[in-house]
């Protein structure tokens, strides 16, 4: 049976831009709240741990929901699922803009977690059917860096829309703007046949795992734990980090604009370049255990130079080590996701990533929380930075030493551990 080849078809160029593009309007509704973070606190007298509840909020649905996600991709089109979630949380966006409580509020942040849910475990499906071993790096490459640039464009020209038109506009923009993706992913959806490019066993008969079967796995755990760090690095830097600037280092707003977007760029090109070498050190026959554990553990501890970062005392110094952190993490996240799809196989990728980003993304609703309560406790950001440095070092240990082998798992083989 011939495997994938290592170059990405037209088809799979034309989806894979799609999800990018998802996964970019995805990551501005999710950080456009960090943008206009100083003036809803303002408008609605909330404290710092309030306004870190409003994110939490958003998180515990999006966590909870991804059970249900993996359960639904069982049973429905995949494409049509994300499709529907899409539309679900760009309306929640915009009805954020029109929200005159903070009980609304946090309402809408529930609603968006719910539609955005559908997200992960829809891409990790998807790439684990028609993405070959070799292109897995590139495509997840490829989706973080959307996910990156997300933040980095609505961090950018979202503050100058708060800062011009006010914070309810930019919401409205961005959800009713972003629907002009649905006719594409209408039309260039592949409609239940699968792309010209599957994994080499995809045809075998493959028994899905239950979920305690899934658990009992090493490997899961290793992901679980790994992406927690991993998220609350990443949703502590979307949450906090405008605020962090305009309020502890004292920017502008137009400042922040644009010093405040590098970090995230920094993280997509990092991602990128990294999911593209290591496709094509395992496409010439490098391990893919090493060659993507070796990105992942050394992304996660250069990443904690986010301390020293905070304590540099100018702020030219502390935004170099910003940006050089942020490239290193986006080592990480480019490959991260290519070991669940391997380990998984197309059969069970849905639920395994549903399973994955539920556990994960209550790092979340910790770091919204806890760093909003670290704020009003101490009157400071330094036992927030400890915070994330301690989770990737966790997450490197994780990736390092609980995760095994990255190679398809036998699910057909009951009892065997991974």
């Not at 170059?7 to 996964?23: I, M």
């Not at 958003?58 to 059970?67: G, K, M, R």
């Not at 950018?156 to 829309?161: D, E, H, N, R, T």
């Not at 993706?181 to 490019?197: D, E, K, N, Q, S």
Request: proline content about 4%; glycine content about 10%; aromatic content about 14%.
């Amino acid at each position: 049976m011939a495997t994938a080849p290592s170059k990405p078809t037209f088809e799979q160029w034309r989806l894979l831009a799609l999800l990018v593009a998802a996964v970019f309007v995805n990551y501005i509704d999710r950080s456009n709240l960090s943008v206009s973070a100083t003036d809803i606190k303002q408008e609605f007298g909330l404290t710092a741990a309030q306004l870190g509840l409003a994110s939490s909020w958003f998180f515990a649905s999006y966590a909870l929901c991804q059970l249900a996600a993996g359960w639904v991709f069982e049973r429905y089109s995949v494409y049509f699922v994300l499709g529907m979630g899409f539309v679900l949380w760009s309306l929640a966006t915009a009805a954020t803009g029109l929200v005159s409580t903070f009980a609304l509020l946090i309402a809408t942040r529930v609603v968006l977690g719910i539609g955005e849910s559908v997200a992960y475990p829809a891409f990790s499906k998807i790439l684990a059917s028609d993405f070959g071993e070799t292109q897995r790096g590139t495509a997840n490459a490829l989706i973080d860096a959307g996910s990156k640039l997300g933040p980095a464009i609505g961090t950018y020209f979202g503050a100058l829309v708060v800062a011009s038109q006010g914070w309810r506009s930019l919401f409205i923009y961005l959800g009713f703007g972003a629907m002009i993706w649905l006719p594409f992913w209408v039309i260039w959806t592949p409609r239940g046949r699968r792309l010209p490019a599957p994994s080499p066993n995809t045809k075998v008969s493959v028994r899905m795992p239950s979920m305690l079967e899934l658990l009992s796995l090493r490997s899961v755990w290793g992901s679980f734990l790994g992406l927690f760090a991993i998220n609350y690095t990443w949703y502590f830097m979307v949450t906090w980090f405008p605020y962090y600037l305009e309020n502890v280092r004292h920017f502008s707003k137009q400042s922040m604009a644009t010093l405040g977007a590098i970090p995230f760029l920094m993280i997509a090109i990092g991602a990128t370049l990294a999911g593209v070498l290591a496709d094509r050190m395992i496409a010439k026959g490098a391990s893919p255990t090493r060659t993507r554990k070796t990105f992942i553990v050394t992304g996660l501890l250069c990443n904690t130079l986010l301390l020293p970062a905070f304590l540099a005392p100018s702020n030219e110094i502390a935004m170099g080590l910003f940006w050089l952190a942020s490239f290193a993490f986006g080592l990480t996240t480019a490959n991260h996701w290519a070991v669940t799809q391997t380990i998984a196989g197309p059969v069970v990728a849905g639920k395994w990533t549903g399973m994955q980003n539920c556990f994960g993304n209550f790092a979340g609703v910790l770091a919204g929380w806890l760093t909003g309560k670290i704020i009003d406790v101490t009157g400071s950001f330094q036992m927030a930075f400890a915070v994330v440095v301690g989770m990737v070092i966790m997450g490197a240990l994780s990736y390092a030493f609980l995760v095994g082998r990255i190679e398809p798992h036998d699910w057909n083989r009951q009892g065997s551990v991974t």
